[in-house]
Structure formats: C-alpha cells, structure tokens
C-alpha cells in the first residue's frame, strides 16, 4: 500500500472519529463519550470479553458442517532412498512409523463417500497418488489409516481409495453439476500445503462451467488431453487436489484437480464436474480400471507437419488446415481392420470435425466398445470413408 493511500485511510478513520463526538455533542453528551463506547469494563474497572453471542451462522457454515467430517488427508508414500550413513544426514521425520522404508512424498485431499459393510471408500485425484507404494488416508479426528489403490484413471484425474470403516462416522453426498448457475457460492475444503492445515475451508462462487482446459497428462509438456471442467474463485492451493468442491447444501459438485499459478492470475481454479466424475468412480470401484475404446494408431497433428511435407509426401488439399496424420498402424487393430494407413489424415470421427490429436481422442473416449463408427479421412489427397467397429484394448488410441 502507498504512502497515499495509508494517508487517505488514516484521514478518513479520524473524519469518522470527529463525527462521533460531534453528534455526541449534539445529542447533549457531557464528555463526547456514549455509553457504548466504554467498552466491557467489569466491576473492578477491568477490560473484559464481552459475554454476548452473536449468530454467524451461514449458508457456507451450514455446508461446512454437512460435509467436513467426510474429507480426508491423503498421504503418498514411497520407497525411501537407500542411505549409506544410516539417517545420518537426514531428517528421522522422513519415516512413517511401522513403514521405515517408506517416506511421504506428497499429501493431496479426498473424501468419503460410500460405506459398504466393513469397508469405506474415498475419492481423490490420479496425480495425488500417482507413483505411490503406499498410501495413509488421515481422517478429520486425527487418525491416520492405511489405504488400498482400488483404481486410478490418468485421462480423468480420478482415483479411488478403500480404507476400514470402523473410524467413518460421515460420508459426501454427490450434487448434480449439470444444474450449476454462474455466481452461485462454492465452497473448497481440503489439506493445502499439507496435513497442517488440514480441513482447510476457502470460499468463493462458480465462475464459470463447462470450461474446456487443456492437460499434459505424461509430464512431456504438451498438452495430450482437455478437460471439462468447473472453474471457481475459491481458493485452490496444493494439497487441495483431490477434495471436494461443495455447493450451499454441503453436496459435492466437483473435484479440485488444477488452477492457474502465475504472478499475474488470481483465483482460477478447476475442478472436475460431479456428473463426470461419478461415473468414472463407479467403474473403478466396481473393475479398478477404465474400458475405453481404441483405434490402435500413432498420429501426428497435421499443423506439427511441414508444408514440404504436406506436399510431397501428404498431398494435402490446400484448403485442409487440420486433421490427424497417422503415422502407423497396430497390427490387428480396429483401424486395420476398417482399412485405415500410415499417412491417412483423419478428419472427422462419428460425424465430428476433428483437427487435432486432442479432439480425435475425445470423440473416441465418447463412443462405446462395440459402437460402430464412420470416419472421414484424405488419403492421397483424396477424401475417403470407413467404418470403424471400436474395440477395447490396452493402447493408447
């Protein structure tokens, strides 16, 4: 703050202070002092708390209370490296007691949201604990319990956590997201920064849904994916990710995954939408994996390719700017089978323009195995179509 300004506020404060006495004057008051200006001065002339309540209860307080007992802490543990000293140069605080080869690495957030029998179940994000050989949930009162990976998707950034359900007294009700209004309140709630600050609660609005954010999901620094997702004001800090995002009723609307850390941005965080993320959810808890349909190719966006290139080897049509280069086949593949080759250009995929791997990928992640799909593509400069009987596989495409 600038010298101008703290001068301007402290003109302003000492306006405010000469207008009380003076309507105090006004008003027939002898010493320019009202009756509750004394203070809470008990009967030995003493400073005191005041002893009256006041009712802050809220929207967000009520929300609060609804869900804090279900979020969690979640802590990834690995493989401590080996140290020829002993713990001689290192901290003894790296170890987790009962687990001395193991160290944290990383906390993240989550939440409880189903009890079945003997056994509780959590959300958190795929990032939170990627990489882990273990991982301790820490729940509200303190304690900390051991957690099974049940399943993890990288594509959506969801994960699934089972942990016993003796010490579970609470669970996350999910709300439907499709039915969010801009500028309604959000509420975050996690561990930024860690378990110290656990049950962290920022506050804010939706600011806006259904925005389309692009994701480097391999760490190569190209963005391989684009993810839905709501965007809020509340404050979204590191250790945040994983745990709900709440709307007034204290129901899950969304997953804190990302925001925007740059100087010059403030308060752009995302989160992925409740509706989303509770059928991935299900399919992990029920198979521990995702079943997508594949193509089974390597591509190449046709913008990363030389106009040379594009020429002598593609002979692209000069009016076509995107679209997908195949660059090879898999063997036995659904786009072998339909026909497809190295240096066809994908150009629309069940019916959807398509000029980029992102988009090509997305629109296969929408179809369903067994579907049958048109796609449109230039061979040689010439455009062709083929049908696609989409199929499950461990490949990527």
């Known amino acids: 703050m600038s010298k101008l300004n703290i001068k301007s506020l402290m003109v302003v404060g000492l306006t405010s202070t000469l207008l009380v006495g003076c309507d105090a004057m006004n008003q027939g008051q002898d010493n320019g002092v009202t009756e509750n200006q004394t203070g809470n001065v008990n009967e030995e002339g003493d400073v005191a708390v005041s002893e009256m309540r006041v009712d802050v209860s809220s929207g967000v307080t009520d929300a609060v209370s609804t869900i804090d007992d279900a979020v969690v802490s979640v802590i990834n543990l690995q493989q401590a490296a080996q140290n020829p000293y002993g713990w001689y140069g290192g901290t003894q605080d790296d170890t987790v007691e009962g687990e001395e080869d193991l160290q944290t690495v990383g906390t993240g957030s989550g939440a409880i949201y189903k009890v079945d029998g003997d056994t509780a179940y959590v959300f958190t994000n795929n990032h939170v604990i990627d990489g882990s050989d273990a991982v301790d949930v ?3 009162d303190g304690t900390r319990v051991q957690a099974e990976v049940i399943g993890a998707d ?22 439907d997201s ?16 860690g378990t110290d600050f656990a049950s962290s609660v920022t506050s804010g609005i939706v600011s806006a849904v259904e925005r389309s954010v692009p994701v480097d999901t391999d760490g190569d620094g190209t963005y391989d994916w684009e993810m839905t997702a709501i965007q ?5 800090n590191p250790g945040n990710s994983g745990g709900p995002l709440v709307n007034i009723a204290g129901q899950v609307i969304g997953i804190n995954s990302m925001k925007i850390s740059t100087s010059t941005v403030e308060g752009m965080g995302f989160a992925i939408p409740s509706n989303d993320a509770v059928d991935i959810i299900n399919q992990l808890e029920n198979s521990g994996e995702i079943t997508r349909p594949v193509l089974g190719i390597g591509m190449v966006d046709l913008a990363m390719i030389s106009q040379q290139q594009r020429e002598a080897v593609l002979n692209v049509p000069e009016d076509i700017t995107g679209g997908v280069v195949i660059a090879e086949v898999t063997g036995g593949s659904a786009a072998e ?5 190295q240096n066809d250009i994908v150009v629309k995929f069940n019916g959807v323009d398509v000029t980029n791997g992102v988009e090509l990928r997305q629109q296969i992640y929408d179809t369903t195995v067994g579907d049958d799909v048109e796609v449109e593509y230039y061979r040689d400069g010439t455009l062709e179509t083929t049908t696609i009987n989409m199929r499950a596989s461990n490949e990527v495409l």
Request: glycine share 8%.
């Open 178 to 193: 499709n039915n969010l209004k801009v500028g309604e309140p959000a509420v975050a709630i996690g561990s930024p920064l």
């Open 138 to 140: 820490l729940l509200k």
């Open 232 to 236: 809020t004001d509340a404050a979204i």
């Open 337 to 341: 089978e339909a026909g497809l080759a």
């Open 154 to 175: 990288v594509w959506t950034d969801l994960a699934v956590l089972s942990i016993s359900s003796e010490d579970i007294s609470s669970v996350a009700e999910f709300g």
